[in-house]
């Protein structure tokens, strides 16, 4: 579970590398109050893509407990993701979050976010 300002967000946990590469590619809905959360092993400004991705996403970039970036991204429906524009962390990142556009709106770099884990 993962909340930030006044959203909560159930998330599915995308930590090896094949999740991390596919995330959220093919799927046609994001439901509300849902998410993926990519857990880096290091601290870096790490790079995604929306290769494979079928609707638009809100991606927070996270650095600890605090938000460094967020912005919201369009589906490009090809596949190969040496074809589709790639995003940079706008500063070092230890996590990046997915949830349905739109969600983020009212989320600034510097603001708090909370990763708990649920039974």
């Given at each position: 579970m993962v909340e930030v300002g006044d959203a909560v967000f159930v998330v599915e946990l995308a930590t090896s590398v094949a999740e991390q590469?596919?995330?959220?590619?093919?799927?046609?809905d994001v439901p509300a109050g849902t998410g993926m959360l990519f857990p880096f092993p290091?601290?870096?400004?790490?790079?995604?893509?929306?290769?494979?991705?079928?609707?638009?996403?809100?991606?927070?970039?996270?650095?600890g407990d605090r938000v460094v970036g967020v912005v919201t991204l369009v589906p490009c429906t090809e596949h190969d993701q040496t074809t589709c524009?790639?995003?940079?962390?706008?500063?070092?990142a230890t996590a990046l979050l997915e949830v349905p556009a739109g969600a983020l709106r009212d989320v600034e770099p510097g603001d708090e976010i909370e990763v708990r884990e649920t039974a």
């Amino acid at each position: 579970m993962v909340e930030v300002g006044d959203a909560v967000f159930v998330v599915e946990l995308a930590t090896s590398v094949a999740e991390q590469k596919e995330g959220l590619a093919g799927r046609t809905d994001v439901p509300a109050g849902t998410g993926m959360l990519f857990p880096f092993p290091e601290r870096a400004e790490h790079q995604m893509w929306m290769a494979g991705m079928e609707v638009p996403v809100d991606v927070a970039w996270i650095d600890g407990d605090r938000v460094v970036g967020v912005v919201t991204l369009v589906p490009c429906t090809e596949h190969d993701q040496t074809t589709c524009p790639r995003w940079t962390a706008p500063a070092p990142a230890t996590a990046l979050l997915e949830v349905p556009a739109g969600a983020l709106r009212d989320v600034e770099p510097g603001d708090e976010i909370e990763v708990r884990e649920t039974a």
